[in-house]
Antibody, heavy 117, light 108 residues
Framework: QVQLVQSGAEVKKPGASVKVSCKAS????????INWVRQATGQGLEWMGW????????GYAQKFQGRVTMTRNTSISTAYMELSSLRSEDTAVYYC??????????WGQGTLVTVSS | EIVLTQSPGTLSLSPGERATLSCRAS???????LAWYQQKPGQAPRLLIY???SRATGIPDRFSGSGSGTDFTLTISRLEPEDFAVYYC?????????FGGGTKVEIK
């Protein structure tokens, strides 16, 4: 069965970077794009960007341009999302999701990133 | 960027009642590339509808989606206890693939 398993919760200081991983199983990793979506506590969903695991091509929401980097390691079927220059407003649960034709049927369990001094 | 506005913000209904949720786009969503998700506390979103009206695998037929262009609707024909949750629409026709702000369906 398709599974996306994300790395554990992180606590970071303002100005630091965080790198969240998303390990895929149950399908061919390079066949489907990966989206990253975040959700601040009690707030809605926010699309951050996408990555094509086959080519490594990416597309980021303008809000995150210059601060986010999405990469992958195809040998271990893992996608990564790195967010730099963290501020308190980046405190959120970060999700990876497998994309098919733009929508996401399969989601990771989420990774809580807390930014606090 | 396409802005999606969901209404109402909160819908208070009883089990067995019909729920009608609206998602309005600031510009036309190409090819009806609109999805609906359900989210419960502490859980990842669950895909309900894609392509504006196609039910995802395993989704009960009490959930239906309709609409095109800038106006989309999610209808739950008869609310079951497990349907009380927050619902989001998302457009994936034009990057950035934005989400609406959500509609909470709560028990009256």
């Amino acid at each position: 069965q398709v599974q996306l398993v994300q790395s554990g919760a992180e606590v970071k200081k303002p100005g630091a970077s965080v790198k969240v991983s998303c390990k895929a199983s149950g399908y061919t990793f390079t066949s489907y794009d990966i989206n990253w979506v975040r959700q601040a506590t009690g707030q809605g969903l926010e699309w951050m960007g996408w990555m094509n695991p086959n080519s490594g091509n990416t597309g980021y929401a303008q809000k995150f341009q210059g601060r986010v980097t999405m990469t992958r390691n195809t040998s271990i079927s893992t996608a990564y999302m790195e967010l730099s220059s963290l501020r308190s407003e980046d405190t959120a649960v970060y999700y990876c999701a497998r994309v098919r034709s733009g929508y996401s049927l399969y989601w990771g369990q989420g990774t809580l990133v807390t930014v606090s001094s | 960027e396409i802005v999606l506005t969901q209404s109402p913000g909160t819908l208070s209904l009883s089990p067995g009642e019909r729920a009608t949720l609206s998602c309005r786009a600031s510009q036309s969503v190409s090819s009806s590339y609109l999805a609906w998700y359900q989210q419960k506390p502490g859980q990842a979103p669950r895909l309900l509808i894609y392509g504006a009206s196609s039910r995802a695998t395993g989704i009960p037929d009490r959930f239906s989606g309709s609409g095109s262009g800038t106006d989309f609707t999610l209808t739950i024909s008869r609310l079951e206890p497990e349907d009380f949750a927050v619902y989001y629409c998302q457009q994936y026709g034009s990057s950035p693939f934005t989400f609406g702000g959500g509609t909470k369906v709560e028990i009256k």
